[in-house]
């Protein structure tokens, strides 16, 4: 093992040339992970030939339960999507009359985002904005904020979310308490970062009528959405699972069958793969769907996710990269003589990293990989805090890096300047509360 200094230079470089290479080269991701992995693995002095095989161990070991949750979850997001699911949620709430037009797309954002990547669930929910801007005649602003910051708190704090599992996973954290804490955190970051944030500001906020060019953009027409009841099954069904996994392990002895079953169908894989066979039948056979036509959309749903399972892949890599070459327990040495708290120093690192990198996903593996070295050294931080931490961070500074931060801009409507200083502002607040609740969570458990 090489000394603090060369560790301490060895990761900081490794980290900026990820940086650099994304923003400025504009290489894949994928690459730059991997170009850092051998970059690491070479000023660490490994073989060669360990330093492929801990390459290849690292996307193997990541992928080989990432790729399966991530393929299946894709699918329940597609059938969201292509059966209106998702916009009954929003309809239904939408006629919640005692809640305000603001607090409703956070909770849509927050329900239908636990099935659909940020992107996807920021397009597809959209028009449903533009129709609560029409008829209320409130601005474009007040809504989209609180969709988009809650959606991209879903996406980083609450399991099966590929980012959060990773943390998850990587972690050794229960995937059920995750989500329990990460739903906690994500609701209380959403409505801070967005509702509370937007009212405080009351008439400093620009009025932003619906764009000209989205002005044909319609919700569906409700009688050819799915009911209800199938829509929230469609969602909540694996999580549910997932969360019952959990109880039976912490109420009943590990040596009964029921916990064994359990285990089975409140396993990530299993739950998901269960979830995905009754959105096929609710949301598609039931109503007509033929399966030629599901298994074109499946297949239409999984071209889309070979970008993130690389990514993941190659994230893997650099977390075994950083184990094999020595430099994590190095590191481990050194953060610990900051004298920095575990949970203060996962949410910062991923909130730099996804300023820097635009990926909440890469800079959820790279703060993974940077903070788990230590946790062995803090034995009283659960690692379902430390995986609930990174997501925090991972929420704040969506600016020009992120593609979300231009989706924002076009479907609002807005100046750059606007878009700063109200969406970035709203998801820096949202990950400062997130990081609050965190503190707050690792004291009441």
Not at 41 to 65: H, K, N, Q, R
Request: with cysteine.
């Amino acid at each position: 093992m090489g000394s603090h200094t060369w560790i301490a230079t060895t990761l900081i470089a490794s980290i900026v040339l990820v940086i650099v290479t994304i923003v400025k080269c504009r290489l894949h991701p994928f690459l730059a992970l991997l170009l850092a992995s051998f970059f690491v693995g070479s000023m660490m002095g490994m073989d060669p030939i360990d330093m492929v095989d801990a390459i290849e161990t690292g996307i193997g070991g990541t992928l080989g339960f990432l790729a399966a949750v991530i393929g299946l979850g894709t699918i329940l997001g597609k059938m969201m999507e292509i059966t209106g699911a998702a916009e009954r949620i929003g309809l239904t709430l939408h006629r919640c009359r005692w809640l305000s037009p603001d607090v409703i797309m956070v909770l849509v954002g927050l329900i239908c985002g636990i099935t659909l990547f940020v992107e996807v669930g920021v397009v597809l929910l959209i028009p449903l904005a533009f129709s609560i801007a029409r008829k209320t005649g409130t601005s474009l602003l007040k809504l989209a904020i609180p969709l988009c910051t809650a959606l991209m708190a879903v996406h980083c704090v609450v399991p099966p979310h590929p980012a959060a599992l990773f943390v998850t996973n990587a972690l050794g954290a229960d995937v059920g308490m995750v989500i329990v804490y990460g739903l906690l955190v994500g609701l209380a970051a959403s409505l801070v970062g967005g509702p509370l944030f937007l009212k405080l500001l009351g008439r400093c906020l620009p009025f932003k009528p619906v764009p000209p060019e989205f002005s044909a953009l319609e919700v569906r027409e409700e009688h050819t959405l799915p009911s209800l009841g199938a829509a929230l099954l469609t969602i909540l069904l694996p999580i549910g699972l997932m969360l019952a996994k959990t109880v039976a392990e912490l109420t009943i002895d590990e040596t009964n069958s029921l916990v064994r079953f359990m285990a089975f169908i409140g396993n990530p894989i299993t739950a998901m793969f269960i979830a995905v066979f009754v959105a096929y039948y609710l949301l598609g056979l039931r109503r007509g769907m033929a399966m030629n036509s599901l298994l074109h959309h499946t297949e239409g749903g999984f071209s889309a996710i070979a970008n993130i399972l690389l990514i993941i892949g190659a994230g893997g890599a650099f977390n075994s990269i950083l184990k094999a070459s020595g430099l994590a327990d190095g590191l481990a040495v050194i953060l610990s003589g900051l004298h920095l708290h575990p949970i203060l120093l996962a949410w910062l690192v991923a909130l730099v990293l996804h300023a820097a990198v635009g990926s909440a996903t890469v800079a959820m593996m790279g703060a993974t990989a940077i903070v788990m070295p230590m946790l062995p050294l803090y034995p009283g931080v659960s690692p379902e805090i430390i995986a609930i931490a990174i997501g925090s961070g991972a929420i704040g500074c969506t600016i020009v890096t992120d593609s979300l931060f231009w989706l924002v801009k076009q479907y609002c409507g807005a100046t750059l300047n606007e878009t700063f200083k109200y969406y970035t502002t709203a998801t820096l607040i949202a990950s400062l509360t997130a990081l609050g609740a965190t503190f707050l969570l690792s004291h009441v458990i």
